[in-house]
């Protein structure tokens, strides 16, 4: 594991040193850590010299765009022609946060493979894709944006990182682990975090930034999700919640107000596996988390065109609302009669 880190340090640098303008992506529903680690890396790479662009597929939640350099972003669903512009003289790619090229959007993965740049990816999900030439994945690292910073390290550019950069991946890592408390972190996770800390950044406001920025029917949504669309399966402790997209129109529903639901049915005793359904408009996605041995990484691949890490995960249903619904209650089912 060692040998193999250095030698994709080595060739990292390698090819950062030719490099006269460096592309930065992430996958599509960019999140905290998608975000969080994009930005990082842009901010680092400047202050070490290199001219960088930040591309995102889609857009993100509201409450990310107080981000040092948010407004920098290329927007790939609403800036096509500037990206395939920008786009012509790349001469290196980084993807971050994803390990498979399907997680960007298809007309995006187009236009990225008309200019094959040489690539480097970081990311910490499991089973990647060999799409790149540098492959920096290690699964048991919390986020891409604490192997952002060991990259950045690796390549003696630790000073690089100033306070600009230090915000964006400490939101990162506290969205990727649950303000540090789902069990990818660790005590490097920590350290890292710590030098963060040391840069200027202040914990109490970035998590004030991210998860008190709630708008009034962002809360009416959460509430009607708990009290009226929840379902509880005690014999195997799962759980889940499906929302419709009229019920999400009810709640003017914007990008990000899902986001964590997922979450809650864990802290009820006994439940350990939490699913959420949410209807769009061509598909149905579905978000899985496990607590304990439960595999929903292994569970999404195999059901639902998905994947993700052990405990956290994603999926998509090509078949209408109530026909996934009725899947995941036949799955649960099955789980249950196997334990």
Request: aromatic letters at 10%; proline letters at 3%.
């Amino acid at each position: 594991m060692l040998e193999e880190r250095k030698a994709g340090l080595k060739r990292a640098s390698e090819l950062l040193e030719g490099a006269k303008k460096i592309l930065i992506t992430s996958h599509k529903g960019p999140d905290g850590d998608a975000i969080g680690s994009a930005l990082g890396l842009y901010h680092i790479l400047r202050n070490a010299g290199h001219k960088c662009i930040v591309v995102l597929p889609d857009s993100w939640p509201s409450f990310y765009d107080w981000m040092p350099s948010q407004k920098d972003i290329f927007v790939f669903d609403k800036e096509e022609e500037k990206v395939v512009a920008e786009l012509l003289d790349i001469d290196l790619t980084f993807y971050l946060d994803y390990n498979e090229s399907r997680r960007r959007r298809p007309n995006f993965q187009t236009v990225l493979s008309e200019h094959p740049a040489p690539a480097i990816m970081i990311d910490h999900h499991r089973s990647p894709d060999e799409i790149a030439e540098v492959m920096y994945s290690f699964p048991e690292a919390s986020s891409t944006s604490e192997l952002v910073f060991d990259f950045a390290e690796g390549l003696e550019m630790k000073k690089r990182v100033d306070l600009n950069a230090a915000r964006c991946l400490y939101s990162g890592i506290i969205t990727d682990t649950g303000s540090f408390r789902f069990s990818s972190t660790s005590q490097r996770t920590h350290e890292v975090a710590g030098f963060l800390l040391e840069r200027g950044v202040v914990p109490s406001d970035i998590h004030e930034l991210i998860f008190d920025s709630n708008h009034e029917h962002r809360l009416k949504l959460l509430g009607y999700a708990l009290y009226e669309k929840m379902r509880v399966f005690g014999r195997y402790g799962a759980a889940f919640i499906a929302l419709s997209k009229t019920e999400l129109r009810k709640f003017q529903y914007k990008k990000g107000d899902t986001e964590g639901l997922v979450n809650y049915p864990l802290s009820i005793d006994r439940v350990s596996f939490s699913t959420l359904i949410t209807e769009r408009e061509n598909e149905v996605r579905l978000s899985f988390r496990s607590q304990g041995d439960f595999d929903v990484n292994e569970f999404a691949r195999a059901h639902f065109n998905g994947g993700g890490h052990k405990n956290a995960a994603g999926g998509v249903s090509y078949y209408d609302l109530r026909t996934t619904v009725d899947r995941v209650v036949q799955l649960i089912k099955t789980l249950e009669a196997e334990s």
